[in-house]
Antibody, heavy 119, light 107 residues
């Protein structure tokens, strides 16, 4: 059973960089044909896909976040990471990491971590 | 970007009744559509993919239909655990996008 667990600071100041990690257990992030995404959800609102990364480092990002987002992998630790620069209050949300196959629907999700952007 | 529009935003249904939720895509997405359930305080759970294929462990009372731009999720007989928010998501192209959700509440 694949499990994902997000971690990182719960509070980030405006204009700073949000950094989160997702630890994967019960499966390898280096497996063929599995892709790893970050998805966020502001309180009481809907879901927004942020981007995805494959085991070879290939990434796809949502254009809505422009060049503020970077995703990376640490295959030795079976972890993926998210960096979001120049954050504002609009980036306050629960951030989820999730797995998909090469048909990009999400079959495993982490529990999510709340990140608040505030001074 | 493909815009996914769900309707209604909220529906009130009595236990045991049927609920039909709608999802519309702003352009054709063939059958590249998934549905998720999110109970209060919980993580989204995959229900349906390929517009009509139930994910592992999903009860048969959930069924998905449609193709192209119009899709439905039908819950044939609502159980107490089905009162939740439901989201559709396309995976036809980039970026992946979700609908705004339909809240199914107890009448």
């Amino acid at each position: 059973q694949v499990q994902l667990q997000e971690s990182g600071p719960g509070l980030v100041k405006p204009s700073q960089t949000l950094s989160l990690t997702c630890t994967v257990s019960g499966g390898s992030i280096s497996s063929d044909n599995y892709f790893w995404s970050w998805i966020r959800q502001p309180a009481g609102k809907g879901l927004e896909w942020i981007g995805r990364i494959y085991k070879n480092g290939d990434t796809r990002y949502s254009p809505s976040l422009g060049d503020r987002v970077t995703m990376s992998l640490d295959t030795s630790k079976n972890k993926l990471s998210l960096r979001l620069t120049s954050v504002t209050a609009a980036d306050t949300a629960i951030y989820y990491c999730s797995r998909s196959g090469d048909r990009y629907y999400f079959d495993y999700w982490g529990q999510g971590t709340l990140v608040t952007v505030s001074s | 970007e493909i815009v996914m529009t769900q309707s209604p935003a909220t529906m009130s249904v009595s236990p045991g009744e049927r609920a039909i939720l709608s999802c519309r895509a702003s352009q054709r997405i063939n059958s590249y559509l998934a549905w998720y359930q999110q109970r209060p305080g919980q993580t989204p759970r995959l229900l349906i993919y390929g517009a009509s294929t139930r994910a592992s462990g999903v009860p048969a009372r959930f069924s998905g239909g449609g193709s192209g731009t119009e899709f439905t999720l039908t819950i044939s007989s609502l159980q107490s655990e089905d009162f939740a928010v439901y989201y559709c998501q396309h995976y036809f192209n980039w970026p992946l996008t979700f609908g705004g959700g339909t809240r199914v509440e107890i009448k």
